[in-house]
């Protein structure tokens, strides 16, 4: 097992192209000392930014309701009639220094210099030299329209998820925008008429909308030491589809696997593949493919031939618990902790019921259910990520009733009872499915590992396959951690008449014990939980020799979620599992493996991974 070493107490700062700070050197001003001066400026910019967050709620409200008709915008007529200038001159001078100063620290905090990262290291000798490959995430990458029948024509070559013009068509034209984005029940595939294809290029996945960056700010670092699009390729794709139909449809495997065999035969190097998220699991999955002889017919050298190193940034690989109320009750956090006029609002654009079938009816979604059972995600006593201490209700009871008379469920509910239960009362188009492409079992032994290689079900789960026979490649786990993530949720029935097809709901107002408007938090990078990130990491794929055959070498390396507090994105230091991907440290990992010299990345855990990787009783068939 690798050596485990400990995070130094703060990230590098790359802060005007300077390198990473010697630890201990930073100053610190210990509480009881902080002027009082600075206690006013929090205080103004406290009103403040309550001001201004009001004044963006009006305008957000005026935005909506003339959807929905809840503000009367006759009554808003007189503000036309405010004079800016004037406005400005009465606000007290204070005011307007500390918007200046906020401003400025926003934009420091969000806009800080990617490039600051690449410079740095080119400045050490770093260049780019392996080609890079890199594989997007579910938010991440832009879907467009390529239909021509009359009631696609309007949306021809624009983006229905991820641009403005799908905010504008999810408000002026719901109806089109939900036939536009579901695919076909039965098949998984288009719907009749219906023709929406992933954008292609670094376009397709470095911003979700104007602003809001995903992969911008490695796409900057990496240009900086010497990558363009001769030597760099961003592999999107539609992660509204099934794995196998991502094939059948669009061909992108069999496309992936020829860029990546041009790439090493032009450069006469060997490829650095970057996942993010539910991007990591389609990699695990292509793997399989390539090399398999009835897919991708590779052979069983091909990965390690033409795959130098995996970097595996926040990847699900067990699965993303949240996505289970998502696909069950159309609900997550980001519905659940929102307060009531927001969840009407919300309820009144889409209903529960509506994203439930949304969320169906992309079987890519489904990809990301939780894998491993009740082994991995406890019982209804017990959990492997159960604290010790203070803990008031076990993990393992994924959906609990506080009242435990429910005629649709008499009992809490367990990770496999939960999918048992979702499976009952999913329609049948959604068992086909989800039953037809997917499998959240586990390969207690090396036979049972090797014939799964021939069920592509399987190929996307990492406890029943394995990974390639490639003893030169390396595989580089990078993800957050101390960021409250989903865990288990209280549940209550459904009396609401609006969704007569969805029984049960999250408790929203329940709060007791360690639920959160009915939501019970664990550990994590705010998505993912940590057993999914770091399990196979940190264990399956070191010490159960049938998860890796080939001894393929796997370093991980967290990173603690330290937010700037005036940033909404969290700034230079975020675990975030999305905002991750501009972080300093972590862009410097990227550019130090692309760069061929990642054998120099130590080894960094500092949360409970190793303790709670040990609880779940997987064994290697040595040990049984």
């Not at 294809?197 to 376009?203: C, E, H, L, N, T």
């Not at 470095?206 to 995903?214: A, N, S």
């Not at 408790?507 to 994590?524: K, L, P, Q, R």
Request: aromatic share 12%; with cysteine; charged share 25%.
């Amino acid at each position: 097992m690798s050596s485990v070493r400990r995070r130094p107490p703060r990230e590098p700062s790359y802060e005007n192209g300077d390198g990473p700070k010697e630890p201990g050197k930073h100053k610190t001003t210990p509480v009881a000392e902080v002027p009082k001066q600075n206690v006013r400026i929090r205080r103004r910019r406290a009103w403040f930014i309550f001001g201004l967050g009001g004044l963006f709620g009006i305008l957000v409200a005026v935005f909506f309701a003339d959807k929905h008709d809840m503000i009367r915008f006759d009554a808003l007529a007189d503000l036309a009639d405010i004079n800016i200038e004037g406005l400005v001159n009465v606000i007290p001078p204070w005011v307007l220094k500390d918007a200046k100063e906020i401003t400025q620290h926003e934009r420091d905090a969000v806009s800080y210099d990617s490039f600051a990262v690449g410079l740095h290291l080119k400045a050490q000798g770093f260049h780019a030299y392996h080609p890079v490959v890199m594989i997007p995430g579910v938010i991440s990458t832009g879907l467009e329209s390529w239909g021509t029948e009359e009631k696609s024509r309007q949306y021809f070559r624009k983006r229905l998820w991820g641009s403005w013009s799908m905010m504008r068509a999810l408000v002026l034209d719901k109806a089109g925008w939900k036939r536009h984005i579901m695919l076909d029940k039965q098949t998984g595939l288009d719907p009749p008429g219906i023709k929406l294809r992933a954008a292609q290029g670094f376009d397709a996945a470095d911003f979700f909308v104007t602003g809001y960056w995903i992969w911008s700010k490695i796409l900057e670092n990496l240009a900086t030491i010497g990558y363009d699009p001769t030597n760099a390729f961003t592999a999107a794709y539609d992660w509204r589809l099934s794995y196998s139909n991502l094939e059948v449809r669009d061909q992108y495997f069999t496309r992936l696997k020829s860029y990546i065999e041009t790439a090493v035969r032009l450069s006469g190097r060997k490829t650095v593949l970057i996942s993010h998220s539910m991007g990591s699991q389609v990699l695990f999955y292509f793997f399989h493919w390539a090399e398999s002889a009835s897919h991708g017919q590779g052979g069983k050298s091909w990965v390690d031939d033409h795959v130098e190193s995996w970097i595996n940034i926040s990847g699900c690989m067990l699965g993303a618990l949240k996505g289970v109320p998502a696909v069950l009750s159309g609900e997550m956090k980001d519905t659940a902790q929102l307060n009531a006029f927001a969840v009407y609002g919300l309820e009144k654009f889409l209903s529960r019921e509506e994203r439930a079938e949304l969320f169906r009816a992309m079987p890519g979604i489904s990809s990301m259910l939780p894998k491993g059972g009740n082994v991995v995600w406890g019982n209804e006593t017990w959990a492997p990520d159960d604290e010790q201490d203070g803990q008031e209700v076990s993990f393992g009871r994924f959906i609990n009733f506080k009242e435990r008379n429910s005629t649709h469920s008499p009992k809490n509910l367990t990770m496999e009872e939960s999918m048992a239960y979702l499976l009952e009362h999913g329609e049948s188009w959604y068992q086909k499915q989800l039953l037809g492409n997917y499998s959240h079992g586990i390969a207690h032994t090396r036979a049972e590992v090797e014939a799964n290689e021939y069920d592509p079900r399987k190929w996307v789960n990492p406890l029943e396959t394995a990974l390639p026979f490639a003893p030169h490649m390396k595989i580089y786990c990078f993800y957050g951690i101390n960021k409250a993530t989903e865990r288990a949720y209280f549940y209550r029935e459904s009396a609401s008449p609006s969704t007569p097809n969805l029984n049960i709901t999250i408790d929203t107002g329940y709060n007791g014990g360690s639920a959160d408007h009915g939501v019970i938090f664990g550990e994590g990078d705010g998505t993912v939980p940590l057993l999914s990130n770091g399990y196979m990491c940190a264990r399956g794929w070191k010490d159960i020799g049938r998860y890796n055959p080939g001894g393929t070498k796997v370093t991980v390396y967290e990173m603690p979620h330290e937010p700037d507090r005036f940033s909404p994105r969290g700034g230079p230091n975020t675990g975030d599992h999305v905002d991750i991907l501009g972080r300093q440290s972590l862009n410097d990992l990227i550019l130090r493996v692309a760069a061929g010299r990642g054998e120099l990345i130590p080894e960094v855990i500092e949360s409970k991974i190793m303790e709670y990787s040990h609880r779940v009783p997987i064994y290697d068939d040595t040990d049984e």
